[in-house]
């Protein structure tokens, strides 16, 4: 072997180690910092939505759901990826249920999390319309059914998860061995949470946005205030729709061009560096990804006044 060769060969095993370095410490000191974030936003979110004046209203019933998803999510998620990336400690490799459940829930509860979202854009959609039967939609009572159905579906949309995970030896892995499901699976995540939800929400964020420049309600004189006051309340509930969708919609995509990515390439013989360097973006997009799901407190906080207040409010109340 040429001395060239040979410096070429180090060269390459030093960029390796280098990139395998920064995974770890990215890993034990960024994983952290969104799951402590995500713990404490969520819970906040699920305090303001569970109060009385915000409970019974549909769009807080999305939101209040998929705050409860992104919460399972966050705290079944980023705890194993900090010991398995920053520690090298992987509980799933040594349990077999313990395998199939976390990805199962991880796969099911992130999707969840973004189609509570989609329904809150498709709520603000149907109240803002004209036509009185598609704002018959937008009621508590078609929110308190369509949320269970739609953990129900969800749960049996990804049921084969828990099915084709196995602990792979020798090394001991908890991953799939079918390179065709492989490739299904990822086609089908990136449809059902990477891009089909974002599209959803971009579409139904630009229907509400014509329907509210359209839409004139000129109440009579005894009717104002209250029109007034339920018009406030519509426009926060819209922003807080929006936004959150925008802020979801981007950090889902960076994910959804890494799995079209991962998937067009699955079938490609990949150098070590290659293969290094794709886990290094797998790890960079799934915390994008995952911290789009953690800080929907502070898009809330921004955007809402109504939010605000019923935060202060009640904190408020529970100190005098």
């Known amino acids: 072997?040429?001395?060239?060769?040979?410096?070429?060969?180090?060269?390459?095993?030093?960029?390796?180690?280098?990139?395998?370095?920064?995974?770890?410490?990215?890993?034990?000191?960024?994983?952290?910092?969104?799951?402590?974030?995500?713990?404490?936003?969520?819970?906040?979110?699920?305090?303001?939505?569970?109060?009385?004046t915000l409970k019974r209203n549909p769009c807080c019933m999305y939101f209040l759901a998929s705050s409860f998803a992104a919460l399972i999510y966050t705290a079944v998620n980023l705890p194993l990826r900090t010991l398995q990336m920053g520690y090298n400690i992987?509980?799933?490799?040594?349990?077999?249920?313990?395998?199939?459940?976390?990805?199962?829930?991880?796969?099911?509860?992130?999707?969840?999390?973004?189609?509570?979202?989609?329904?809150?854009c498709i709520d603000r959609f149907l109240h803002s319309s004209s036509n009185v039967n598609f704002r018959g939609w937008s009621s508590y009572k078609v929110a308190s059914r369509v949320i269970p159905l739609t953990f129900l579906l969800a749960h049996l949309a990804y049921l084969h998860v828990a099915v084709f995970y196995e602990i792979l030896l020798p090394r001991r892995t908890c991953s799939i061995l079918s390179s065709s499901y492989a490739m299904f699976l990822g086609i089908w995540h990136l449809l059902?949470?990477?891009?089909g939800a974002p599209l959803l929400m971009l579409f139904f964020s630009l229907l509400t946005i014509q329907h509210i420049r359209h839409r004139q309600i000129v109440p009579v004189n005894s009717q104002i205030n209250e029109a007034i006051r339920k018009s406030n309340k519509d426009r926060s509930l819209v922003r807080m729709a929006l936004f959150q969708c925008l802020i979801v919609g981007l950090t889902t995509t960076a994910y959804a061009a890494f799995q079209w990515y991962s998937t067009l390439t699955s079938n490609q013989v990949k150098s070590n560096l290659q293969l290094t360097k794709d886990n290094l973006a797998a790890n960079i997009v799934g915390s994008i990804s995952a911290a789009g799901h953690s800080t929907t407190f502070f898009i809330f906080t921004l955007t809402s006044r109504m939010f605000r207040k019923q935060l202060l409010c009640h904190h408020r109340q529970e100190i005098f």
């Open 90 to 120: 992987d509980p799933t490799v040594t349990v077999l249920v313990v395998c199939k459940l976390k990805n199962f829930f991880v796969y099911t509860w992130r999707a969840l999390a973004v189609w509570f979202l989609t329904l809150a």
């Open 1 to 52: 072997m040429s001395s060239s060769n040979v410096t070429t060969s180090s060269a390459i095993q030093n960029e390796i180690d280098t990139i395998n370095s920064f995974i770890i410490s990215y890993a034990r000191y960024v994983y952290p910092i969104i799951f402590l974030f995500g713990i404490i936003c969520n819970i906040l979110n699920i305090y303001v939505f569970t109060q009385s």
């Open 192 to 195: 059902t949470y990477g891009t």
